[in-house]
């Protein structure tokens, strides 16, 4: 039978963790293949902030999204708000009423997967670890982040070791990490998670 996909852990453990109304973010909109599953599970009553770099992405995106929710009135739509940023920029251009209520935030790192994209084009581990910073801000408690990291690529590596440190060095009291990955494909995509520790 196999075990999950790193992609398709992701979206599972962020559907605990998401309801109708809630917000959330796709920190790397790419093909908006995270977007969409997103705005599906907030429903009409949620906000979804997707960000991206690439005007290419942006517009997969919004060509998904389109083609998602077509011919659904406008009030059957969730808020989507596409942002031409890098995601190390999600605290300051997120509105002050979300921050710290925001529940789930999407990482999928490495470069745009799409036949027209350059794929020389990578996130970089100084914006996604001040992203994760930010967006460890962002959550409410029991809120979570998911980043599947992508070691196969140049300059892959580096970022998932940057990530695996960053996650290593959070307090537990104010998180808790976890990590999926396959020991024996080193080069192998893998998934961290990160779920704020909730009030006592």
């Not at 599953?37 to 906000?47: H, I, Q, W, Y």
């Not at 995601?87 to 036949?115: C, K, R, T, W």
């Not at 914006?127 to 959550?139: F, M």
Request: glycine share 8%; with cysteine.
């Amino acid at each position: 039978m196999g075990f999950p996909s790193v992609l398709t852990l992701a979206q599972s453990w962020i559907a605990q963790r998401l309801f109708p109304g809630d917000v959330a973010i796709d920190a790397t909109a790419g093909t908006g293949v995270d977007t969409q599953f997103l705005a599906e599970t907030v429903g009409p009553r949620g906000s979804i902030y997707a960000f991206d770099i690439q005007p290419l992405a942006l517009e997969r995106t919004a060509d998904r999204l389109d083609a998602r929710f077509a011919g659904e009135a406008g009030s059957r739509r969730p808020k989507i708000v596409l942002l031409a940023h890098s995601h190390a920029h999600m605290l300051e251009l997120l509105p002050p009423e979300v921050q710290g209520s925001v529940s789930a935030i999407m990482f999928n790192l490495g470069y745009l997967p799409d036949p027209e994209a350059d794929q020389r084009i990578i996130t970089g581990s100084d914006s996604t670890i001040a992203a994760l910073t930010d967006g460890l801000e962002l959550l409410r408690p029991g809120g979570i982040i998911t980043a599947v990291v992508y070691p196969g690529h140049p300059g892959g590596a580096e970022e998932a070791d940057a990530v695996t440190d960053w996650a290593a060095s959070q307090s537990p009291s104010l998180c808790q990490c976890v990590q999926y990955r396959m020991p024996q494909k080193q080069g192998a995509p893998f998934l961290i998670a990160i779920e704020k520790r909730r009030q006592s």
